[in-house]
């Protein structure tokens, strides 16, 4: 028995009648405070726990080179809720949005008791709850919870459960979870999703007005959308400067100057920089948060501006593509796939830089620069431009005249196609399409077709990309390499066989460099090619200095013959301009390495003064005629139908019927419907802008008097 209970007793007697009516009252609040601290207790310890940051559905962003954004995704909820990290966001944010919301936060457990004893006296004394004393942590777990504020339920949960949630994570943790949830207005949630939408800017560097603005939206959104109510956006930040003024956060003339600045009234678009590119990557990894690409933001945006600008000036339904890659690493700088994602009337939802067509003439260097590897010719080799027949292919030069004898350096610049086709011989067709594939390029022939000469002159497939593959490789003295997107992805082939031996592959880049080229473009040491394909679909260029490679293409987007287009008219002056874009610190192309011969024809050993090429026989056709042939019109065929897309034609269009001519001597005079329309000593190609749709006459006549005419239906 325990004997000290008397003595209690006793004690216990002698008090006073008033305190001993008072020990059961405060024996039933102690245990009442004991139950109801066990109580909290086991809420805290049991309370589920909110979504993890991991775990928060958010937006996929891409990002270029140096971090910066190019485009985001909505959620599947379609909401912007972008990640961010505390280090990215303006640190005087922070400080304000714990100055208005949360003065103590780095110092509670979670729960403010002063803050919500202020609050319940205010609601006892004002009759209307005046603040509601909720701790960023509390906010935080009514968020992820999307729970409603104002029930006492509600309260008792965020009050539990942001106890629990101080013992699991760290402040700042808690805090940036509030960084990407936070409500701004519609479907806005985070501050960075805000900044960039509101400001049009990353968080990083906010001004005192923007980031008081950001802390106030939160507390009621909708109402204070700064699109919508802008007096109420205004007035809500003004009390959040206030705030930052009393606690030290700014001065009160740095909020002065805060209250001058308007709010923003116009919700800006989230960004699409490379949207071709970016749809592309995120469909191959969608589980990938974050992608980062080798763009460069700044570059990108001034190559779609470029190029939307540039296919606006070549017409209606034109489009256009680019590339930029630094050939020094493989790494794609800029992508362009059109003149704009949402421009329907040029298909713009199409991306051209992967888009399989004809590249024209664009294959001949690789061609010359087999023939030099191989010691078939050296650029000052001769070699003949004369109308031939090369097993059963008559090949013609573009514009059907012949420059006799020229050399092959002249040959690669003036982009005959006799020469090219007779070195194509010699080095082999298949021969071309292996090197090609060392760059890891498949070029696409016709089905059932084996590589033959046309391939020469752009009778096969390729992209783009593939097109500025293959001249990276020759810029690179021939070594092979990856163009790539993604940022840290190798650009190492293996095994890495060489496209082209370093002599040859400079040979070729030293002939390009002096190419004649647009009026518009500078003598800037661009080494650069153009192709035409057959027919007028497909217009390119492609050039390298000593860093960078371009890759140009123009044409409309289904196909559609453009009469008239030309890569050296069309497509190199964007790939000129592109380089002036790339700024002034231009790189200039690489010096001779060892192994060549700057010799003159004369100089040359004897086997290498004229390309050593198959004997040259005359079309059986052309067998003892003089090299004016015969005149003929030789496109279009008399009683071609042939749609010019005239009757489409808006009144801003000029659609031209282009007329190829063979043969004759020249001066050439032209005539359509009996009137003269132009005449010229090479006047060989024909580019006449018809008056409407109808039967057109064609006529031709020569210095001879030698004559020829189609007949042709234009719509």
């Known amino acids: 028995m325990d004997q000290s209970a008397p003595q209690r007793q006793r004690i216990f007697s002698r008090l006073p009648r008033r305190l001993r009516r008072m020990v059961p009252a405060a024996a039933g609040l102690c245990l009442m405070a004991a139950i109801g601290t066990g109580f909290l207790i086991y809420a805290v310890a049991t309370a589920p726990m909110p979504p993890a940051l991991a775990d928060i559905s958010v937006s996929r962003v891409v990002l270029d080179r140096n971090g910066d954004l190019l485009r985001a995704f909505a959620t ?49 004394t004002e009759r209307r709850i005046v603040s509601g004393g909720s701790t960023l942590t509390m906010q935080v777990i009514r968020l992820l919870n999307e729970a409603p504020t104002r029930d006492l339920g509600a309260k008792w949960q965020q009050l539990v459960g942001a106890l629990a949630l101080e013992r699991r994570l760290s402040k700042d943790e808690i805090l940036s979870l509030y960084l990407m949830r936070a409500p701004f207005g519609g479907n806005l949630e985070g501050v960075r999703a805000a900044s960039l939408v509101w400001f049009g800017k990353e968080p990083r560097r906010l001004t005192p007005a923007e980031a008081a603005l950001l802390v106030a939206l939160p507390q009621s959104p909708e109402s204070r959308r700064p699109d919508r109510f802008p007096d109420n956006a205004r007035k809500a930040r003004d009390r959040v400067l206030d705030q930052a003024v009393v606690e030290g956060v700014v001065t009160l003339e740095e909020a002065e100057a805060a209250r001058r600045d308007s709010v923003p009234t116009l919700r800006r678009p989230m960004p ?56 020094t690493s493989g790494e794609i700088l800029a992508s362009v796939g059109s003149p704009g994602l949402t421009d329907d009337g040029r298909q713009g939802y199409v991306d051209m830089t992967g888009a399989v067509r004809s590249p024209g003439s664009a294959l001949k260097p690789l061609i010359y620069g087999l023939a030099f590897e191989q010691g078939i010719a050296h650029p000052e080799s001769y070699i003949e431009d004369r109308p031939i027949r090369i097993a059963g292919y008559d090949p013609t030069n573009f514009d059907l005249s012949f420059q006799g004898t020229v050399t092959v350096r002249e040959a690669l610049q003036l982009s005959l196609n006799i020469p090219a086709v007779k070195l194509l011989e010699a080095v082999g067709p298949a021969q071309l399409t292996a090197r090609l594939r060392r760059t890891g390029v498949t070029p696409v022939l016709p089905q059932g077709l084996t590589p033959g000469l046309a391939i020469g002159l752009g009778g096969l497939g390729l992209t783009l990309r593939d097109l500025t593959t293959l001249y990276a490789a020759i810029a690179s003295a021939g070594r092979p390499m990856r163009l790539v997107h993604i940022y840290g992805e190798s650009s190492r082939m293996t ?62 987007a289904d196909g559609t013959p453009v009469p008239g287009m030309t890569g050296l008219k069309s497509a190199a002056p964007i790939l000129f301009e592109a380089f002036d874009r790339l700024g002034p610190a231009r790189i200039p192309l690489a010096s001779a390495p060892s192994g060549v011969l700057p010799l003159a024809t004369a100089s040359l050993p004897q086997p290498l003064r004229r390309a050593r090429v198959r004997a040259e026989s005359m079309s059986p056709t052309l067998a003892g005629t003089p090299l004016a042939a015969s005149l003929r019109i030789s ?35 032209w005539f359509a419907n009996g009137q003269p329309v132009e005449s010229g000593l090479y006047l060989t190609q024909l580019v006449w802008t018809p008056d409407g749709p109808g039967q057109q006459t064609i006529l031709v006549i020569d210095a001879t008097g030698a004559s020829d005419r189609v007949e042709v239906t234009l719509r």
């Open 635 to 669: 496109h279009p065929p008399d009683g071609a139908d042939v749609d010019l897309g005239l009757a489409a034609a808006g009144s801003g269009q000029k659609p031209v019927l282009v007329v190829k001519l063979q043969g004759g001597r020249g001066p050439y005079t």
């Open 272 to 327: 699409m920089i490379a949207p071709h590119l970016t749809s592309s990557v995120v469909a191959a990894n969608p589980a990938l948060v974050e992608h980062r690409l080798t763009l460069d933001r700044a570059l990108q945006q001034a190559m779609e501006q470029l190029v939307a600008a540039k296919a606006l000036a070549l017409g209606p339904q034109m489009s256009a593509a680019l590339l930029v890659a630094d050939h």
């Open 495 to 556: 095994p890495a066989l060489p496209v082209l031996e370093p002599v040859a592959a400079w040979y070729v880049g030293d002939i390009l460099a002096k190419a004649p080229r647009p009026s518009t473009a500078a003598d800037a040491g661009i080494a650069f090619k153009t192709g035409t394909a057959y027919g007028y679909r497909d217009a390119v260029a492609v050039g390298f200095d000593g860093k960078h490679v371009i890759g140009v293409w123009t044409g409309r």
């Open 76 to 124: 599947s909820d379609e909401r912007w809720r972008l990640p961010v990290k505390l280090s990215d966001v303006d640190p005087l944010y922070i400080r304000m949005l714990m100055a208005f919301e949360d003065r103590r936060f780095r110092d509670h457990a979670g729960v403010d008791p002063r803050a919500l004893g202020r609050a319940a006296f205010e609601t006892i």
